[in-house]
């Protein structure tokens, strides 16, 4: 397999880089902000994106109207085709596009080669064929001929965060789409690159211009679209706070909002885990895309009775990753994705140290030859207590607590004990707890044995503060359609009014 590198990506955008993609059209709008775009592994300027204004969003918005009718009359199985067929060419250009979300993220090639465009395309393959299969309701009741139908809303928006640009554009477009609805989508600031090319797949796959199109911005452009009165509805992934914002504006057009937000999960481990198993699934949960993953679990609550063997053995495990250039295939960890991130998590890593936890690996950030990114090593922090802020705000970053239990009440309780509710993880053997377990804790996703797998078939999303509807799944498409009641008299109208 040729190995991707900076070059090749740049390469691969070298015509997108920084457009905005109206109805197919390659667009830099002049009536927005501009900024610099960055590649997190060294931090030089690639390029620039000029930021979409509100008479860019506004053309978007209208080509997405203008297209919804043809596209919601068009035939689901053929809906599908194109979901199908742009699947296929994402997996076709898989190089391409990974070594693209390497430039966009800084995380490591091996990663975006494992997960970023596989999800993406599994996912236009999961709705392509789903939409196919959908059935509506009839309930017979006698010469009321009844039924459901499920229909597109119009114009949704889709707004996502920088850790899996392509994912996250992909898990909100594919059902969108698949339901016959048209789709505004606003990547981050700081990762515009591959969402354009999805776009323009998706019309060389048989999309109707318009359908999807991609506008650049940052907050002021997410803003624009929320409040866009012809947009009936917003998906967002990204912070609590812009959650907040988005709901309360969202709320004076009165659209639907799906909200996937922050996390502080736990992960649990008990006494009778294969603690083999338990240390490969708290780095799995913490220092995959350097940490940056809204459902990590970075609260490591272990039993007593072996959390010294457990915290020894991750130690020596996390000792062994390699911190390296993104670019290179053996690197695991790669580049936080900003000077300003970078900044944050170290604050954090500063005020656990503050607090008294004992820093048993990493806690400082590592210089590499020739490259400018910020690169933070794996951070584990053992003896923690349940109050300090590197166990109780979302960090986002490589960095994992161990708080230490003696009996099952009591972790469910501490875990429980948070504002958050997006995931949550547990080892054990003993498969009663593992379902009991599973039950009583407070969040969207529960991993058993395993952490921070998403197979597109299985509902993702969470509860309390980390917001509400669910991506992925058959569940997806109650969030992209409108249940109509057809209700049909067979027989006579039973009439009331003197005739
Ligand atoms: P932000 O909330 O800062 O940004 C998310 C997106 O919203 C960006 O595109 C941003 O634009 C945009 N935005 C910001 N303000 C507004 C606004 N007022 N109106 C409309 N859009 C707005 O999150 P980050 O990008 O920093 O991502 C990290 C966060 O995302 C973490 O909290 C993480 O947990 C969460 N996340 C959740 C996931 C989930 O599935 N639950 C998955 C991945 C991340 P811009 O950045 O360009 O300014």
Redesign the pocket.
């Known amino acids: 397999m040729r190995q991707p590198t900076k070059a090749s990506a740049l390469a691969a955008v070298r015509e997108t880089i920084g457009v905005s993609s109206i109805a197919g059209t390659r667009t830099r709008p002049s009536d927005g902000a501009e900024f610099e775009i960055r590649y997190p592994g060294d931090g030089c300027v690639i390029g620039s994106v000029a930021g979409a204004g509100d008479a860019t969003v506004d053309a978007a918005v209208g080509a997405a109207l203008g297209a919804f009718p043809r596209w919601a009359a068009t035939p689901p199985s053929d809906r599908g085709r194109v979901l199908l067929r742009a699947a296929n060419r994402l997996r076709e250009r898989k190089l391409e596009l990974a070594a693209v979300e390497v430039l966009d993220t800084g995380k490591p090639i091996r990663e975006a080669l494992e997960v970023d465009v596989d999800s993406a395309a599994d996912c236009l393959d999961f709705f392509g064929r789903a939409i196919t299969g959908l059935e509506s309701a009839h309930r017979d009741l006698g010469s009321l001929h009844t039924y459901t139908r499920r229909e597109p809303l119009g114009v949704c928006v889709g ?6 640009p392509l994912q ?1 554009a992909a898990w909100k477009a594919a059902p969108a789409l698949a339901t016959g609805n048209t789709m505004v989508y ?5 990762t515009p690159l591959s969402t354009v090319l999805l776009a323009e797949i998706l019309i060389d796959c048989g999309l109707p211009p318009g359908a999807f199109s991609v506008v650049q ?3 002021e452009t ?2 624009a ?2 409040r866009h009165p012809d947009v009936r509805k917003v998906s ?8 907040i ?2 709901m309360r ?1 969202a709320a004076a057009t009165l659209k639907r909002v799906t909200l ?4 502080k999960s736990p992960l649990i481990i008990f006494n009778d885990a294969d603690v083999e198993r338990a240390v490969s699934g708290a780095m799995l949960a913490n220092f995959y895309t350097q940490g940056e ?3 990590n679990g970075t609260r490591v609550f272990v039993q007593h009775e072996i959390a010294d063997r457990f915290t020894q053995r991750l130690v020596d495990r996390t000792a062994m990753l390699r911190i390296g250039d993104p670019f290179d295939g053996t690197t695991h960890v790669g580049a936080m994705i900003s000077d300003n991130h970078a900044r944050k998590v170290m604050g954090y890593i500063d005020a656990g140290i503050a607090a008294g936890a004992e820093c048993v690996a990493g806690g400082v950030e590592v210089a590499l030859d020739g490259l400018g990114g910020r690169f933070i090593a794996p951070t584990i922090f053992d003896r923690c207590d349940d109050g300090m802020p590197i166990v109780t705000d ?1 960090i ?1 970053g490589p960095v994992l607590s161990i708080l230490r239990f003696d009996d099952e009440v009591e972790a469910v309780t501490r875990a429980n004990a948070t504002p958050y509710g ?1 995931a949550a993880g547990l080892f054990t053997r003993d498969s009663g707890r593992a379902h009991r377990v599973a039950a009583a804790l407070e969040a969207g996703v529960c991993w058993v044995n395993t952490f921070n797998q998403t197979p597109v078939e299985v509902p ?3 509860t309390k503060m ?2 509400f509807g669910r ?1 992925n799944g058959l569940a997806a498409i109650d969030h992209y359609t409108e249940l109509k009641s057809v209700m049909v008299e067979t027989s006579t109208l039973k009439d009331p009014y003197p005739t």
């Not at 967002?236 to 959650?243: K, M």
């Not at 996937?260 to 996390?263: I, V």
């Open positions: 707004i996502g965060a920088w850790n899996y996250i606003k990547p981050s600031e700081l911005g940052g907050g997410g803003r679209l929320v967002l992934t990204g912070s609590v706070s812009t959650g914002e988005i504006e996937e937000l922050g996390g993953i809204c459902s979302e986002f997006l993702f999303g969470g980390s917001g991506e």
